[in-house]
């Protein structure tokens, strides 16, 4: 029932910042954790960071102390800023509630 869509990726040099969005219609988050994943050429889905329907946070280690998840349920929204980006970040980035999953944003990391 909700769809969800992903935006803000793009192309950014090492070092650089990117904050994505994960906005969801048909149907409220409030109550469902969210999850960003990302997956690579050639390599599995990775996870990235859960918020809860909360806001509480966890994430990868690959990802601690650079990346911040958050939710904003009044909006219906999720967001995903990225700081200090490198090279190995570069990927599809998903996000994900319940059964439903986005259509996926490319974030590219150069050196």
């Not at 048909?26 to 990302?38: E, H």
């Not at 859960?50 to 967001?79: E, L, M």
Request: charged residues 15%; glycine residues 14%; positive net charge.
């Amino acid at each position: 029932q909700v769809q969800l869509a992903e935006s803000g990726g793009g192309l950014v040099q090492a070092g650089g910042s990117l904050r994505l969005s994960c906005a969801a219609s048909g149907r409220t988050l409030r109550g469902y954790a969210v999850g960003w994943y990302r997956q690579s050429p050639g390599k599995a889905c990775e996870f990235v960071v859960v918020i809860s329907s909360g806001g509480t946070t966890g994430y990868a280690d690959s990802v601690k102390g650079r990346f911040t998840g958050s939710r904003d349920n009044a909006k219906n929204t999720v967001s995903l800023q990225m700081n200090s980006l490198k090279p190995e970040d570069t990927a599809i980035y998903f996000c994900n509630s319940n059964t439903a999953w986005g259509q996926g944003t490319q974030v590219t990391v150069s050196s």
